[in-house]
């Protein structure tokens, strides 16, 4: 579930997605489940060597298509990941903004939250970085239906979406965070990604 967050928190920004995603399949899917059981049992364990998954931008999307669903924040639904080349990534999800809207808008000229209404996609891209456990997205743009967005704007979504008990701010997209699973370090480029443990 952890590894689900840290693709979602940097491969969306959370609410982040590829322009052109790939076939998703039920086979895939549980493809992605194996090899995301596999690097939860392998965090688990201790080893000399590295150890090495890879796993591929139609795996996860499959995933997040036919097994995420109970796992994404009520209001947030269609979420796909794309891995470009040297760990740059793009997301997509769609998302209902009258939530933020309602328990944050102060309704003046400058806030957006009072004209962007209804369920919408917003889309992101920019770079994964991780080395030694840590990761951090580097946020290179964001639009709302197509329309680009601050990325102030992105940060309130995204804060609204991940916020829990235990972090009740929400998750910061500028902030490095720990990868989970002693996950080392991940390589993403060109439609897939190892995760190095």
Same mark, same amino acid.
């Given at each position: 579930?952890?590894?689900?967050?840290?693709?979602?928190?940097?491969?969306?920004?959370?609410?982040?997605?590829?322009?052109?995603?790939?076939?998703?399949?039920?086979?895939?899917?549980?493809?992605?489940?194996?090899?995301?059981?596999?690097?939860?049992?392998?965090?688990?364990?201790?080893?000399?060597?590295?150890?090495?998954?890879?796993?591929?931008?139609?795996?996860?999307?499959?995933?997040?298509?036919?097994?995420? #669903?109970?796992?994404? @924040?009520?209001?947030?639904?269609?979420? $796909?990941?794309? &891995?470009?080349?040297? =760990?740059? *990534?793009?997301?997509?999800?769609?998302?209902?903004?009258?939530?933020?809207?309602?328990?944050?808008?102060?309704? #003046?000229?400058?806030? @957006?939250?009072?004209?962007?209404?209804? $369920?919408?996609? &917003?889309?992101?891209? =920019?770079? *994964?970085?991780?080395?030694?456990?840590?990761?951090?997205?580097?946020?290179?743009?964001?639009?709302?239906?197509?329309?680009?967005?601050?990325?102030?704007?992105?940060?309130?979504?995204?804060?609204?979406?991940?916020?829990?008990?235990?972090?009740?701010?929400?998750?910061?997209?500028?902030?490095?965070?720990?990868?989970?699973?002693?996950?080392?370090?991940?390589?993403?480029?060109?439609?897939?990604?190892?995760?190095?443990?």
């Amino acid at each position: 579930m952890k590894l689900l967050a840290v693709a979602l928190a940097a491969g969306l920004a959370t609410a982040a997605a590829a322009t052109t995603a790939p076939a998703v399949s039920r086979q895939q899917a549980e493809v992605f489940q194996q090899k995301l059981d596999k690097i939860v049992q392998q965090g688990e364990t201790t080893s000399s060597r590295e150890r090495s998954t890879e796993i591929t931008e139609g795996e996860v999307n499959s995933y997040l298509t036919f097994k995420a #669903g109970d796992q994404l @924040p009520v209001g947030v639904t269609e979420p $796909t990941i794309g &891995i470009h080349e040297q =760990g740059r *990534l793009s997301g997509r999800a769609v998302v209902d903004l009258d939530v933020i809207r309602k328990k944050k808008s102060n309704g #003046g000229w400058l806030d @957006p939250t009072s004209y962007l209404t209804g $369920t919408l996609p &917003i889309t992101a891209s =920019g770079v *994964l970085r991780t080395a030694d456990g840590q990761g951090r997205f580097q946020l290179e743009s964001a639009a709302v239906s197509g329309v680009p967005i601050p990325k102030s704007f992105l940060q309130e979504i995204v804060s609204y979406y991940t916020r829990t008990a235990s972090n009740p701010a929400g998750i910061n997209i500028d902030d490095p965070f720990e990868l989970p699973a002693e996950i080392r370090r991940i390589d993403a480029d060109q439609g897939k990604a190892i995760i190095v443990q």
